[in-house]
């Protein structure tokens, strides 16, 4: 597996493909969730958790089940982003954020520290890295400010 990430440049999009659905069908549901709320426990720890509710306990279990919802959606899994939160509109949600290139390793680099667990619970490596090319492309369309000097 090869968890190295891109630079983004500001403006400039690149073609994305969805994950795998052998990806969320190896993991299951509740070891999906579990990956998705040790992620955002590593945000707690971070330079980027000022951007997330980590101080209102019930907000930020809302944040980890609407990102844990749209990744199992975008993994094949049941829609059940749509369902609860509408059109997933992911650019549009993440403008009200100062998002630059900075803060998106922060974030990849808390995934890439996770996803080599998952290898030793037994899912397909291919999987994985289809998940994470999913994330390092996805996040890249995200970054909507530069990072400054
Ligand atoms: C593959 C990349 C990413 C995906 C698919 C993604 C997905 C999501 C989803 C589904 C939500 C919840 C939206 C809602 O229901 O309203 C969310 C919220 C959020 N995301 Fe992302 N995200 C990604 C990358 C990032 C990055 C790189 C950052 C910042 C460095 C970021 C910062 C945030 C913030 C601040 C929130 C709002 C938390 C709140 O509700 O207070 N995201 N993201």
Known sequence: MNFTIKESIL???????????????????????????????????SDIAFMFPVDYPDEFV???????DFFIQICGGPDYFSQTR???RMLARHQRFRIDERGRQIWLESFASLLPKLEEEG???????SFWNYLERFSSL???IPTPK
């Open 11 to 45: 403006g400039v999009d690149s073609p994305i493909i969805k994950p795998n659905p052998g990806f969320f069908t190896q993991v299951g549901e509740e070891r999906f969730r579990k990956l998705v709320d040790e992620h955002y426990e590593n945000i707690r720890h």
């Open 142 to 144: 995200l970054v909507n």
């Open 62 to 68: 809302k944040v980890k089940k609407h990102a844990a």
């Open 86 to 88: 509408g059109d997933p």
């Open 123 to 129: 899912i397909d490596p291919e999987y994985i890295q």
